[in-house]
Structure formats: structure tokens, C-alpha cells
């Protein structure tokens, strides 16, 4: 488990540099021969955290079954985290108004997106997936796209905006 944990913190160093909207203090240039170079990172930036892009409140409408089921407003927040840790929550409100919470973890920063580990509160109701599944949170413009594969959830996705600044 710790092998695997590594391996994923390093492949989280060799793209981060990669991601769009980083800091500001980076280059606009400087993406070319990020990847060639495994092991190296900018010091400015902690290993395998959230990019600041990412860090908000995030809000928009979902939906399941490749869009046929609409699966009422999901409501994202994103704070600083490094691999392994907490990076926020989702707070999932149906068609008839039912909540259930996520608690969200990171498990890999690349280029292109987050993908975090999604583990439902053991305070949610009975209507709630309590099964971790991964989630893949990455940027569309101004906002997010949040799609989850969990099979027992339809697999559901969302557009989300920004709502609150981090």
C-alpha cells in the first residue's frame, strides 16, 4: 500500500506542473518537458495538492444514466489538500429534496483532473450509497465537471460553477 501511495505521489509531481489555472507565479510556457522529467517540481508548490484552480465552492444540477435521470443540485467544496488527505465534501440534494454528504479524498492530481475517493457519511439515510467510488473532478472553462463511477448511482455527472471563493 505504501509502494502504491508513492508511486502515485511521484506521478502527482511529474504532471501537476501541467494543470491549467495554476498559481500565478508560474510561467505561461513553462508546461513543455514538465513530464519528461520524473521527479522534479517546482518549489513554490507542495507535492501532489490541489492546484488553487480546484479551491471554492462549486454548485450545478446533475444528472445519471448518461443524462436520462436527473439527479437534483450537487454542491461541491474543495480546500488545500495533498494526497491521501481530505479535500472537501459533496453535498448531494435530490428531486424531493433528500441530502446526502460525501466526504471526498485525493487520490491523484494530473493534468487533465482530480480523482478522488468518494465515501458517503455514516450520518446519511438509508437512500444513500455508503460505497466508496471514485470520482473524477476536472476543469470546463470557468467551472467544473464532476463525474462520478459509481455503477449503484448511474454514474451520475454535473457542471458546477463557482459559488464561494476558498
Known sequence: MAGALAAVTVGSVVVFDLLPGGDQDHNAGSDAASSASPGKSTPTR???????????????QATALDGALPSGTYRLSVHKADVGEELGTLRQTD??????????????????????????????HGGCNPAPHTVRISPAGDDLVFRSESDAEGKPEARLSKVEQG
Open 95 to 124: 428531486v424531493l429534496g433528500l441530502v446526502c454528504n460525501d466526504v471526498l479524498t485525493l487520490k491523484k492530481v494530473t493534468a487533465k483532473e482530480l480523482v478522488v475517493t468518494s465515501v458517503g457519511r455514516k450520518t446519511n
Open 46 to 60: 507542495v507535492e501532489g495538492s490541489v492546484p488553487a484552480r480546484y479551491i471554492g465552492t462549486w454548485e450545478g
